[in-house]
């Protein structure tokens, strides 16, 4: 057996969290390797996971991206709103999803033409973005979500002998996908080096506004989805449903290894750490916990995860 | 030589505003050194001949005609023209990537099979300048920071072969490199020559430049002071124009 | 030629320059908002008001100032735990000192207050500094811990403060203020300032020439939480009572502010005045929207543009400003 490099010892370690966090729910709760637990722990990870699919992306190139929350959202309501008015829901996705990948767009041009910090950038556009839904629902949205998206995503469904919702089998073909393109295309190699090096990219015919603005627009595109799918799991849509994924998204890819100076990391990493944040939920709320002290165990639970393999390097050894 | 068809030409070259400006022609299996005292003239050649700086005056062409003028750096590789920039760490390699990352990202369109990238093109293009260059790399799959700055050197020289170019500007390329490498270095140099390749090659040592070079461009006050070829090309000649202490 | 003509009468002021560099588009914003603030509602802005004013915006000034330090650090240094430092503050003084202690003497609450951010800013510095977590995620952990903590011992509003502190959420909030910029007019007086500033340009550099780079930028998360924990006490004094929800809000506000003040999220650049004002920027245009019985929706929309446009035009500005400086 070859080595492990350092980026497979992460994602490998951060399963290894997932598997001990199941287990420890297992020994301490009743109930916890239930079929309908399962099946809602494979359902919330898959929404987190795709939603970090962006997150990891960016995070590879050297950026970050605070607007996934807002553009959730956004592609919440407005496809209930949309297809609440009678539009053909095929058309509706289409045009969330488009309309999401313009933002996202706007988002990487403006970050790395005028090499603004992305933080700061993504936020205002993200709260833009979310003031424009209000103004347009005037803060109460209506509409509502096709049956077949709810279907798609219900916890209580199944395809063909397989227990689980079709969001589940889909999201794993989805993470292959993503997985084989950071890998075997030229635009996930390119990825992986402008977030290495950005002044050497150019000298290696990598054109880095192009890069950005094509990988913030990914980042959105599957935030739309998340917030599309999310319509489908909770049947009405509001505007806030996105903002547990302002922090979870980046968590989840932190815990899962990549690095958020560049040029490193896994998807893989990123669904690993979908699944801790899933089984650290899931269990303190199931040893009985509020909702607020979750939120606290959580925040040490990610900086101890993070202490053990997610460490800089010190400032004498970048010399 | 001087009767090889002309593989880079500029033409009324001005590096900076009011400067003379200066004509010059690269020939196919020429070696054009560039001297001169750090930042005075002969990197910013370099750079507008990469089509990284937009020259102050006049124009660079692939090829003899201004029919071919190089605008950027991108159409620059494309019309044939490689280069291999100054400062490796900086703008050279990708530390988080592996050696075979590292050679074939340029290049990256060229291992597509059925749109995506096949391991196996990839390494047998590689194993060809490893072995053209004696890069020494146990397993290519590792990071590029595991290499000797020799080796990792040689590999972003591999990195600009893989553009299979005409033209190969290098950027002081033996800087930071041991005497071992810089032997294995001189000898593909002259190999390429020999095949074909016109090569620029700004030096910062002179006796490098001596040793490999049939002409010698001298840079001062970013101007050309001096084109010494033959039994002009001495050290005290160079030293002397790049001081202006000419005759 | 022409843009060395232009940079001469440019140059004769040079302190004016330098406040244009290190503030980018704040102060101009701040004086078109002001003066439109004036025109549309003299009453709220009569000189008589300036102290009420000056009270409801000493919350978001102090929390733009409080992320200002981290920031400066450079190397991705930021401190997003500034917001629930805040609210914690809130919940312990108020709760447990006030209500459960009943220690009101002001010494015991402020020094509570200072304690309470400097015990955070070091646990934030630690683990940024010396763990060297990322700082966004070192202090995204804090802030999980301090919104999931304070959530847990005061889950609904509540409470009430001595008549002190509420008087320091009205003109008497210049008095926190003030000190907080005393404070760091001292701070800029040592050589800690030049050695920050050095660190968040060049952290290499700084490191090579003998700068304590480690202890520098620990220091600086110390101090962001010593004024963190200041703004916390100006939010209870406006707020007057223990609120669990409102903290939380500042941290993404503030970090907008010190951005849309010219303080380079990249570290190195720019300073607290900037911060500063960036936060009265965003409250003029918070009263002027409110004004115009805005929703809140537009007052979103309004706020996320200008913060857009602010760093646009910073940046167009200092690229402008570098060609100058380049043809010279």
Known sequence: ?319 | MSDNPVSLSVLGLSLKPGAVSFDQEIRRGEIVGLAGLDGHGQDAFIETMAGLRPPVAGHVNAGAKADRVIRSFRQAVRSGIAYLPRDRRATGIFPSMSILDNFAIATVGRDRKLGLISPAERRKRYDYYRDRLSIVAPDPGRMITTLSGGNQQKVLLARALAHKPDVLLLNDPTRGVDIATRRVLYSVFRELAAEGMALVILSTEIEEALVLCDRILVFREQELAASLEGAERSSERIISTMFGRAA | MTAMATSQPTSKVPALKAIWRQTGFAPILFVVLLAINIFINPARFSPSAWGTLIGLAAPLVGAAIASAPAILGGRGGIDISVGPIMGFVNAIVVLVLIQKLGLTSPFIVVGAAVLIGAAIGALNGFMATILRIQPIVATLGTYLLLVGTTLTILPAPTGTVPVWLKSLGGPLSILPLGAVFLIWIGIRRLPYYDHLMAVGSDDRAAYTAGIPVTLVRFLSYVITGVFAGVAGLMMTALIGSADPSIGPTYTLIAISAVALGGVSLAGGRGGLLGAAIGAIDIFLLQSALTFFNFSTFVLQIAYGAILVIAIVLTALQDRWLGRMRGAA
């Open chain 1, 1 to 319: 057996m070859t080595r492990l490099t350092s980026d497979q010892a992460r994602v490998l370690g951060a399963l290894i969290v997932a598997v001990a966090l199941h287990l420890t729910g297992t020994a301490l709760i009743e109930g916890y390797s239930s079929e309908f637990s399962m099946r809602a722990m494979l359902v919330l990870g898959s929404l987190l996971a795709i939603a970090s699919i962006g997150q990891t992306l960016v995070v590879i190139i050297g950026g970050i991206d605070l607007s996934i929350p807002f553009v959730i959202g956004f592609a919440n309501v407005v496809t209930a709103q949309l297809y609440g008015g009678g539009m053909n829901f095929a058309l509706v996705c289409l045009i969330v999803v488009g309309l999401a990948c313009l933002i996202g767009a706007l988002n990487g041009l403006i970050s790395s033409s005028l090499k603004l910090h992305p933080l700061i950038v993504t936020l205002g556009i993200g709260t833009i973005v979310q003031g424009s839904v209000l103004l347009w629902t005037g803060g109460f949205p209506s509409g509502s979500a096709p049956d077949s998206i709810t279907e798609f995503v219900s916890i209580g469904g199944s395809v063909g002998f397989l227990p689980v919702p079709w969001l589940v089998p889909c999201f794993v073909a989805l993470a292959a996908i993503v997985t084989v393109a950071l890998a075997r295309t030229a635009y996930g190699r390119r990825l992986f080096a402008l977030g290495s090096n950005p002044r050497a990219a150019p000298l290696a015919l990598i054109h880095p506004v192009a890069m950005w603005t094509a990988t913030f627009a990914i980042s959105a595109a599957f935030a739309a989805v998340t917030g599309i799918l999310l319509l489908g799991f909770t049947g009405s849509a509001y505007g806030e449903v996105g903002q547990p994924y302002l922090f979870q998204t980046i968590a989840a890819v932190v815990i899962g290894g990549t690095a958020l100076v560049g040029g490193r990391g896994s998807y893989l990493g990123t669904v690993a750490g979908a699944l801790v944040l899933t089984e650290i939920n899931t269990l303190l709320i199931g040893i009985g916990l509020q909702p607020s002290l979750v939120q606290a165990v959580l925040g040490v639970v990610i900086v101890v995860l993070v202490s053990f393999y997610g460490r800089d390097a010190h400032v004498r050894t970048t010399i």
